[in-house]
């Protein structure tokens, strides 16, 4: 019933399933490339800058950054929403099309669900730091205290929040590590090295692949996925209603929680794209991450790209149908013109338009072209958390209060800094752990190779 | 109980299929399946059944029920905190909390029912007739209590599946 049958077959190359196992253990076997320790030593230069600049962040405190009254919120949550939303897509990607049945995914999930631990890490860490004191963030745990005891206000968004990442975080490293159990036997069982036996052995957690634990584990991951879809679409919600339950212009908007998710699968999908676009040129993973994966993943941008225009059309319209000369002064005269023009225009232009590109099958064919255009979404997407944290408290209700944002090196080296440590992060994610699920892409190789589809895959072209 | 055991290894899926299918209708009990992979025709043959769902609504019952006492709790009884003139018994602000949270209480309990309930946890000793079973193979195991004629009947069956290797082994009787 739910077969996917119509896109043909999913691994190329008449793989057999020893194949598919050395294939796709063969980068954890071999010795580490030349390429792949330049990398590592740049994302920990990278991240050594931003250990500086917490270190100097925490010892001195926020006055270091470049916020001020007016604008409380500067870097620091601009990039927490844009790692959020880049650690949506890992769930999104696995969970949606899995409870939708598309067996396609099977090649992807992994590295997006990997990429989703790595980047809601780092977005954990913002939040933390910007409270302020970060010796004091057990606070925020409600916990029988010495205070009263004085429990937290539980109607703020911003507790909402914290309690979102976290279970977000939690919940999609558990389905990650579930998912890995059966590989990580696999490696255990192939290895000829003590050390790789004991290790990998240690982490498979004594599976062996009989029926009582697959039956078990099928039954866990679709109770799983069920459950965690309504998360993926809670958390961002639940960033949202950080500025929707405002009153800043330009914030307080009921669009916002569909906004803040569709724009978080988007900017998401982008990075997979990005990431999977890496992992197949670098590891020649061509035969399990297909043209017709990728080609998958273009549509589903251009579509979410309509969405994020909709969007974007939605707040402007409201903001002069509304009559509100707050919301249309947000966006008339300190977005599409005024000091903060450029950034306006190149969230649209990257987000709406460039990804319309998709729509033409040359660009979806060409990795140079798609991995370009996933670029230019990502940078879109920062210009869009840009655009409604900096415009929007800039100049509010009172001129008075009016100002400018100048983000400091302090700030800039906080985000460099999660930025190598999310490449370090997915660098020892493509030595250490199989970047695609073996047992998974097993499950699919029969069900969907050449022998049993080649006639369907005739009469569908 | 006796503790030989018959052992087949098959290269492929389809061939552990109708191997699964003889051995049924001649009546003869499967002991286990090792597969790379999830085979639901191999799961359905051992008869087994998983209640996980039922466990998952009960944790979301229990979590649910427990997380909004608790809020009610602590923000009305305990200590209530006037909050700009809000009332403290905010019920629908205390199910953004609830939901999330009940999310991760039958995360979290699913996982560890899932350990102790497939048995795989850190440390576990573990058995495993043919270790390629995780990596190309699909291994069947019969529990030898039956008599000597069932058991050449037997290995007569899985050969002629397409079985490529067929041992009989000694080992203590399956958990």
Redesign the interface.
């Known amino acids: 019933m739910y077969k996917t049958e119509v896109r043909g077959s999913l691994i190329h190359g008449n793989k057999n399933y020893h194949q598919i196992s050395s294939d796709i253990i063969a980068p954890i076997d071999q010795p580490i490339p030349l390429w792949w320790k330049a990398a590592f030593g740049i994302s920990m230069l990278a991240f050594l800058y931003g250990v500086i600049a917490i270190y100097v962040t925490i010892s001195q405190g926020i006055g270091t950054w470049g916020v001020n009254n007016s604008v409380g919120w500067g870097w620091e949550i601009i990039n927490f929403v844009w790692w959020i939303g880049i650690g949506h897509a890992g769930t999104a990607f696995s969970i949606f099309l899995l409870i939708l049945r598309q067996k396609w995914r099977t090649s992807i999930n992994r590295a997006a669900e990997a990429m989703t631990v790595v980047a809601v890490g780092c977005a954990a860490l913002f939040p933390a730091i910007h409270m302020g004191r970060i010796w004091l963030a057990f606070f925020i745990f409600p916990y029988p205290n010495t205070r009263g005891p004085l429990w937290v206000n539980y109607n703020s968004p911003l507790f909402w929040d914290f309690i979102a990442i976290s279970a977000y975080l939690l919940i999609s490293a558990s389905f990650w590590y579930f998912g890995m159990v059966p590989d990580f036997a696999t490696i255990r069982d192939r290895t000829t090295s003590k050390v790789k036996k004991a290790v990998y052995g240690f982490f498979a957690f004594g599976w062996t692949g009989s029926t009582k634990e697959w039956l078990r584990y099928e039954s866990l991951s679709y109770v799983l996925g069920g459950i965690a879809a309504v998360l993926v679409v809670s958390v961002h919600s639940i960033v949202s209603t950080d500025f929707a339950v405002s009153v800043i212009p330009g914030w307080h908007t009921t669009v916002f929680p569909p906004y803040f998710v569709v724009g978080a699968i988007f900017s998401g999908f982008a990075m997979v794209m990005t990431l999977m676009i890496i992992i197949r040129k670098v590891y020649k993973f061509q035969d399990y991450i297909t043209d017709s994966h990728l080609n998958a993943i273009a549509k589903i941008l251009v579509f979410i790209s309509l969405i994020m225009g909709t969007a974007y059309a939605t707040e402007i319209f409201i903001a002069w149908y509304s009559g509100s000369q707050y919301e249309f002064f947000t966006f008339f005269r300190n977005r599409i013109t005024g000091d903060y023009t450029f950034e306006f225009w190149a969230m649209v232009i990257c987000n709406a338009f460039i990804p319309q590109l998709f729509w033409f099958k040359r660009v979806r064919k060409s990795l140079v072209a798609a991995f370009t255009i996933s670029i230019f979404i990502n940078i879109g997407m920062w210009y869009e958390r840009f655009n409604i944290i900096i415009t929007s408290l800039t100049k509010d209700y009172l001129p008075s209060s009016w100002t400018t944002y100048e983000p400091t090196w302090v700030e800039i080296g906080f985000y460099i800094g999660t930025l190598g440590m999310f490449a370090a992060g997915v660098l020892l994610f493509f030595k250490y752990i199989p970047m695609i699920a073996i047992s998974e892409v097993k499950g699919v190789l029969k069900a969907t190779s050449h022998d049993s589809n080649d006639n369907k895959i005739n009469r569908h072209e | 109980m006796n503790n030989q055991h018959v052992i087949g290894v098959f290269n492929e899926?389809d061939e552990l299929l109708s191997a699964i299918h003889r051995v049924k209708e001649a009546g003869i009990k499967i002991a286990?399946?090792?597969?790379?992979?999830?085979?639901h025709e191999?799961?359905e043959?051992?008869g087994?059944?998983?209640r996980?769902?039922i466990a998952?609504f009960l944790f979301?019952f229990a979590g649910a029920i427990g997380i909004l006492a608790?809020?009610q709790y602590?923000?009305v009884y305990?200590?209530p905190?006037n909050?700009g003139g809000?009332p403290t018994n905010?019920f629908p602000?205390?199910i953004?909390?609830t939901?999330?949270?009940t999310?991760?209480t039958?995360?979290?309990a699913?996982?560890f029912t899932?350990?102790v309930?497939?048995?795989?946890?850190?440390?576990?000793?573990?058995?495993?007739p043919d270790?390629?079973?995780?990596?190309?193979k699909f291994v069947i195991i019969f529990n030898m209590d039956q008599n000597a004629t069932e058991s050449s009947l037997l290995i007569q069956m899985l050969r002629e599946s397409g079985a490529s290797e067929i041992f009989e082994k000694q080992f203590q009787p399956l958990t």
Request: charged content about 20%; glycine content about 4%.
């Open positions: 899926e286990e399946i090792y597969t790379p992979y999830p085979v191999a799961i043959a051992i087994k059944k998983s996980f769902t998952a979301g608790f809020l602590t923000a305990d200590w905190i909050y809000k905010a602000s205390f953004v909390v939901i999330v949270l999310i991760l039958i995360t979290l699913s996982l899932f350990s309930r497939a048995k795989v946890y850190p440390g576990k000793e573990y058995f495993m270790t390629r079973s995780t990596d190309d």
